[in-house]
């Protein structure tokens, strides 16, 4: 495996349902980000992992639930979703810190996603 | 706040043609990155092309070039030449502040269908 895979590509739950999301990047990164894609929206940065550190989008309702391991991987653990919640939901990852070039107060990281896993909530 | 907008939801050009995705931003910061990322139809989201601010110079990626306007805060993106496979949405996003290696503010991004 290269790059940053996800699974399940595809999943449709009930409201009441629970299931994980699983990312897992093989490029040695050190941060890694779960978005949410819906149709005709900006992307919605939900949380970052990066370092042992968690940066997370105050916005998103507590039914979403991260968790992170160790640095390859990334799990977004759902409970009781809404179907407002159907979307896309993307992972990424970046090297944190030096590398990549960067302005004074400023580190550019490129960010590489996953394919992202389809999400439909009944 | 910061903010990015794609003010074309689609685009639909001839194959071979020549094309021009527009983006605007707002920012108070000083040093900031440009990006453009495509996203084809069931693949992954991939960088095309980036711009440092501070450069004055747009960026060039083989047949994808920006525009990159600082005053106007406007970053277009030109492709030359366009092929099938550049049909794909393409999302403008921008990087700036001391919490810039977290977060990418995007726009809505540009749906460009390429007709053969």
């Known amino acids: 495996e290269t790059g940053v895979t996800q699974t399940p590509r595809h999943l449709v739950m009930g409201m009441t349902n629970k299931k994980s999301l699983k990312c897992e990047q093989h490029l040695g990164h050190n941060a890694m980000y779960w978005y949410k894609q819906s149709a005709k929206k900006p992307l919605e940065l939900m949380f970052v992992?990066?370092?042992?550190?968690?940066?997370e989008n105050n916005s998103v309702p507590s039914r979403f639930s991260p968790e992170c391991p160790n640095s390859s991987h990334l799990f977004l653990h759902l409970h009781t979703l809404q179907p407002e919640d159907s979307a896309l939901y993307l992972c990424a990852s970046s090297q944190k810190g030096a590398g990549g070039g960067g302005l004074a107060g400023i580190t550019y990281n490129e960010q590489f996603f996953g394919p992202g896993t389809r999400l439909t909530v009944l | 706040a910061q903010t990015v907008t794609q003010s074309q939801p689609e685009m639909s050009v001839q194959e071979a043609e020549t094309v021009t995705l527009s983006c605007t931003y707002d920012?108070?910061?000083?040093?900031?990155?440009l990006f453009w990322y495509k996203q084809p139809p069931s693949r992954q989201m991939i960088l095309v092309i980036r711009?440092?601010?501070?450069k004055q110079q747009n960026a060039t990626e083989n047949r994808f070039s920006v525009n990159f306007q600082k005053a106007a805060k406007s970053f277009s993106l030109k492709i030359s030449d366009s092929q099938l496979g550049d049909t794909a949405m393409y999302f403008c996003?921008?990087?700036?502040?001391?919490?810039?290696?977290?977060?990418?503010?995007w726009g809505a991004g540009t749906k460009l269908i390429i007709k053969p």
């Open positions: 992992y990066s370092l042992e550190e968690r940066v």
């Open positions: 920012t108070s910061e000083s040093n900031y990155y």
């Open positions: 711009q440092e601010a501070y």
């Open positions: 996003a921008f990087m700036a502040g001391r919490r810039s290696n977290y977060q990418l503010i």
